[in-house]
């Protein structure tokens, strides 16, 4: 093992955007370490530059801490890249949208937990690393974020909201140890997430496409280069013009 070679941290990674996002990165020949709940499936296992998954459900204290453990090990001091992307969204088993006058206050507090207080956690548990390395953190919010949205629920959208704001202060806080922070907020991605009504907001996209997380990765991978080195508390779109109207 070379080095010299970058070293990417990347959660939520066994599907969508985040497994479109290790294959971008390994493209590029960095070295990745990987969380989710799911075992990642096998073929991509057999990448090489994918050089260690942990199993780990974040929501959970004890997981958590497990695997800023585990991940400390194989980083081996150096990290030049943090990708938040592990997140969770509530869905009413009738399909009804989740909003501040339903549901359940317990989803909630689990939703704020992973999708606002686990970058949080996890971007101090690795600040040592990410300074050695003048590394890059990038959060994936969302365009729910910003607006109403027809199908995120209330949570969602307020944690990713919230993860915006959190993302300026870590930019000015972190700065201080060269490390840049900076947000990807997706649009309607053609991932699992995806509800099946999503097709009624395509003339509210210009582009009149969904995105495909291939779309999403690439902006992630700008973030963490070089090119993007001057470039700190952003917040991206990436939603094909959705964010206009």
């Not at 947000?183 to 009149?208: C, N, Q």
């Amino acid at each position: 093992m070379k080095p010299d070679r970058r070293v990417l941290l990347l959660t939520g990674a066994s599907r969508g955007i985040g497994h479109a996002t290790v294959k971008r990165f390994s493209d590029a020949g960095w070295r990745i370490i990987t969380c989710s709940r799911e075992e990642v499936p096998p073929e991509c296992k057999r990448d090489p530059n994918w050089s260690h998954h942990i199993t780990a459900d974040l929501g959970e204290t004890a997981d958590l801490d497990r695997f800023v453990a585990e991940a400390k090990e194989h980083i081996g001091g150096t990290l030049h890249a943090l990708v938040n992307n592990a997140g969770v969204s509530p869905k009413s088993p009738t399909r009804e949208r989740l909003g501040t006058l339903n549901g359940d206050l317990e989803d909630w507090h689990r939703v704020f937990h992973l999708n606002f207080f686990v970058p949080l956690m996890l971007s101090r548990a690795f600040a040592a690393e990410l300074a050695r390395g003048k590394g890059a953190v990038v959060n994936i919010t969302s365009i729910a974020g910003h607006v109403v949205h027809p199908f995120a629920g209330s949570a969602y959208a307020t944690s990713k909201a919230a993860l915006s704001a959190l993302t300026r202060e870590m930019a000015h806080d972190f700065a201080k140890l060269g490390v840049r922070v900076n947000a990807v907020a997706p649009g309607e991605i053609e991932t699992a997430m995806l509800s099946p009504e999503t097709t009624t907001l395509l003339p509210r996209i210009p582009l009149h496409r969904f995105g495909v997380p291939a779309d999403v990765a690439g902006t992630v991978f700008f973030l963490c280069s070089d090119d993007a080195a001057y470039v700190t508390a952003t917040e991206i779109s990436v939603n094909g013009g959705q964010h206009i109207y």
